[in-house]
């Protein structure tokens, strides 16, 4: 059975502290998906990124970049220079299988406060 | 763009009334996920539909069912409401060139009294 786990329950830090989200993650398929999702005070799911089972390049957009380890089964998320308006809930989700149409197992999250 | 647009958005009921939710996918989206979010929880994977069948099915009660229409939109119905059922209830849409990637509506937030 697929398992997220996002051991961090709250994070707070400082504005312009850079900070790290992390994620492990448990599946028996050899091709899945993993996905951060921000959710804001308003309750909104906003989509972060996507990444699939074969692509382990990490990214980066902007402020927030993404370090994918197969070896280690963790999706980890920093955010650079941390501003007020990142304060939010972050999950983490794994969808297994590659015909789409999988529903997403979510971490239990993390909230982030970033205070001025 | 056009969004994932769910109605109502919030919704106050009594214990043991009915609810149903309503889900309106991004054009031309197969897939329709149903999920609740309770306070303080990650969201929790109900039930999908693709292609208006039922695709997939999670932690979703007896006392809920849900559909796919002809026109893609889905209702989620909810009877014998309990306190317990109070969360934010999300619904997405995927389609085939978006492979996993779940554009999820805004949500409704159901208060059961």
């Known amino acids: 059975a697929q398992k997220v786990t996002q051991a961090q329950t709250e994070i707070s830090v400082v504005e312009k502290e850079d900070v790290t989200l992390d994620c492990v993650y448990e599946?028996?398929?050899?091709?899945?998906?993993l996905f951060w999702y921000k959710q804001p005070p308003s309750g909104e799911l906003v989509f972060l990124i996507r990444r699939n089972s074969f692509d382990e390049q990490n990214e980066i957009s902007g402020r927030y970049s993404w370090n994918f380890q197969k070896s280690t089964s963790s999706f980890n998320f920093t955010i650079t220079a941390s501003q007020v308006v990142d304060s939010a809930v972050y999950f983490c989700a794994l969808s297994e299988g590659g015909t789409g149409r999988r529903a997403l197992t979510f971490g239990s999250g993390t909230r982030l406060q970033v205070q001025p | 763009a056009a969004g994932v647009i769910q109605s109502p958005r919030h919704l106050i009921k009594e214990k043991r009334e009915t609810a149903t939710l309503k889900c309106y996918p991004i054009p031309r989206h197969d897939t329709v996920y149903w999920y609740q979010q309770g306070p303080g929880q990650d969201p929790q994977f109900l039930i999908s539909f693709y292609e208006k069948m039922q695709s997939d099915k999670g932690s979703i009660p007896d006392r809920f069912s849900a559909q796919q229409f002809s026109d893609y939109h889905s209702e989620l119905n909810m009877s014998s409401l309990e306190l317990g059922d109070s969360a934010l209830y999300f619904c997405?849409?995927?389609?085939?060139?978006?492979?996993?990637?779940?554009?999820f509506g805004p949500g409704t937030r159901l208060t059961v009294l």
């Open positions: 997405a849409s995927s389609s085939r060139s978006s492979y996993n990637e779940q554009f």
């Open positions: 599946t028996r398929d050899t091709t899945y998906y």
